[in-house]
Nanobody, 123 residues
């Protein structure tokens, strides 16, 4: 069993930056591909970014590519999402998730989820 806890969310102005983190307990994250998803009020949870277990492969949603960067530190059992040039439409609850697959964008292929952290971008 893997427990995931996100942190680092908050309120930021448009154009600003924020880094959210996801720390695991229970098992090492080095065996899992990791993903970030977000869910805005009234909308479905959508894929944001994913990273392979070794960190060599990453994948981004078109809406965040070039602005967001996913990384991981397996020694710290932590995954990060650096968000730059934030826009009001990035406002959502951000979730991290762990998958035993290689690298996936489909939320249904993730095995473990965190509780989420709120990111609010003001205009």
């Amino acid at each position: 069993q893997v427990q995931l806890v996100e942190s680092g969310g908050g309120l930021v102005q448009a154009g600003g930056s924020l880094r959210v983190s996801c720390t695991a307990s229970g098992r090492t994250l080095s065996s899992y591909a990791m993903g970030w998803f977000r869910q805005a009020p009234g909308k479905e949870r959508e894929f944001v970014a994913a990273i392979s277990w070794h960190g060599k492969n990453t994948y981004y949603a078109p809406s965040v590519k070039g602005r967001f960067a996913v990384s991981r530190d397996n020694a710290k059992n932590t995954v990060y999402l650096q968000m730059n040039s934030l826009k009001p439409e990035d406002t959502a609850v951000y979730y991290c998730a762990a998958s035993s697959r290689v690298i996936v964008t489909n939320k249904y292929e993730y095995d473990y989820w965190g509780q989420g952290t709120q990111v609010t971008v003001s205009s």
